[in-house]
């Protein structure tokens, strides 16, 4: 079955994605905002400045411009201090700067020459501007103009400051910002992750439930479920309802499939049996074949379809034991030493009596052509997989004897006694069961005869 990106992970990443996205554009919006807030501040300073410089502003009898006073901020009076003003009077030559702070020292502000068209343009209206200031550090700047009151002299004030410390203040506040979000960003996915997993609870103890109906622990979901989930559980329960039905059909078809055949057959063989005419001998010999054919295909009938069953398990241990004990007391002349090794409890996915037939044919076939010993072993191979090996210490068979001891009714010895079929049941029942069965040489001298059949995952020991 193709699978993709498991539901959880899906779940987890599509809202970490979205929450993170979300937090970005917060984290976006907040720095966006503080740093418009640190530049109004700025700004709103600046226009008090500007403001109050035109207030103190005054013009002499010979047009001259001072200042009655000045803002009393001493920055404004330490040389380079970073904040600085400047009040310039605007000429027919251009302009001129008529006063400026002390903190500029020799030094003037670089106003731009558009800046200073449109301040006199639009005067009382504030234009912010950033700057170069006296040491090339970058400034944040507002420029206003004024015409004095009953005089034709246009003044155009500036206020400037160093403009670092508030990118600083931004930037710390930009690393606070990313910080405290990366905190929430990792606990809100851990609780996303949380989240998913405890919604999904559901949905992993129905996959656990199904699990113990296939390996034959119940026979239905009998969980609490929620709302959501419980159309699906009724839904399941009902298809295995619905599978064992079937199952049970089938079987009683073939039970009643085979009385209605052997009942006419047996009556052949015995009728045929009594009469030694060339006819009775052919009506005989081919009512034998029929009944080893009929035989044949309702046993891989009635596998095939005990292998759909879900549910069934079977101990292999107990069964090898079984059947190993079986044999060592048939075969006793010549004698013959049956041995075993199981690996661990190993349970078959499957019937019991599909096990013992395949395990007794196999026994049974080694038994017979062993000169002293037949071993069986088996062990897992995997998660739900299990190995069976039988092997004697007989003759053995070449490559292409081995390919075709497994056709149907095929016989390599016709003085050994049997119909054909053992080894051809047995590759039926392991086929119907998802299975292999192959044949290889044994080190013991013999065939080794290989299984590989479907089993119980295996609970760890606790």
Not at 248 to 257: F, I, K
Request: with cysteine; charged share 20%.
């Amino acid at each position: 079955m193709n699978t993709k990106a498991s539901l959880a992970r899906r779940l987890t990443v599509g809202a970490g994605l979205w929450s993170v996205a979300l937090l970005l554009a917060v984290a976006l919006i907040l720095t966006t905002l503080y740093r418009e807030a640190v530049h109004r501040v700025d700004d709103d300073r600046f226009g008090a400045i500007v403001d109050s410089l035109a207030v103190y502003a005054e013009t002499q009898d010979d047009g001259e411009v001072f200042l009655s006073r000045t803002p009393g901020d001493p920055r404004f009076e330490r040389a380079f201090s970073g904040h600085y003003w400047q009040i310039s009077k605007v000429t027919a030559a251009g302009t001129v700067i008529v006063a400026r702070s002390q903190s500029l020292f020799d030094a003037e502000l670089a106003v731009t020459s558009e800046i200073l068209d449109m301040a006199n343009q639009t005067r009382g209206t504030g234009f912010k501007q950033d700057i170069i200031g006296p040491f090339s550090e970058p400034m944040r700047s507002l420029t206003k103009a004024f015409q004095l009151p009953d005089q034709e002299t246009v003044l155009i004030i500036s206020a400037a400051a160093d403009r670092r410390p508030a990118d600083q203040e931004i930037s710390r506040f930009r690393l606070a910002v990313a910080g405290i979000l990366s905190m929430f960003s990792i606990g809100l996915l851990i609780g996303i992750f949380l989240q998913v997993r405890y919604g999904l609870g559901p949905l992993y103890k129905m996959v656990v439930e199904i699990a113990d109906v296939r390996a034959g622990e119940k026979e239905d979901l009998q969980g609490v479920y929620p709302k959501e989930l419980v159309p699906l559980a009724s839904e399941l329960n009902t298809l295995l309802g619905h599978n064992k039905e079937i199952v049970a059909r089938a079987r009683t078809h073939v039970g009643n499939l085979a009385h209605a055949l052997k009942t006419p057959i047996s009556v052949l063989l015995n009728e045929s049996a009594n009469d030694k005419s060339p006819l009775s001998e052919l009506v005989h010999r081919q009512a034998l074949s029929m009944a080893q054919q009929v035989d044949h295909h309702l046993r891989r009938a009635s596998a095939a379809t005990r292998a759909q069953a879900l549910g069934a398990r079977t101990s292999v241990n107990q069964s090898v034991k079984n059947l190993c004990r079986t044999m060592s007391r048939l075969f006793i002349d010549p004698p013959i030493n049956v041995s075993y090794h199981v690996i661990g409890e190993l349970q078959f996915r499957g019937e019991k009596q599909d096990l013992d037939e395949l395990l007794g044919n196999l026994l049974e076939n080694a038994c017979k052509w062993a000169n002293t010993q037949v071993k069986l072993s088996a062990k897992m191979t995997g998660e739900q997989q299990l190995q069976i090996f039988v092997e004697d210490d007989g003759p053995g068979l070449t490559a292409d004897q081995r390919k075709a001891a497994i056709k149907r009714g095929r016989r390599l010895d016709e003085a050994a006694p049997g119909s054909g079929l053992g080894l051809s049941i047995v590759n039926d029942l392991v086929r119907a069961y998802g299975g292999v069965l192959t044949l290889d040489a044994s080190p013991l001298g013999g065939l080794r005869a290989i299984l590989d059949l479907p089993a119980i995952k295996q609970k760890p020991n606790l």
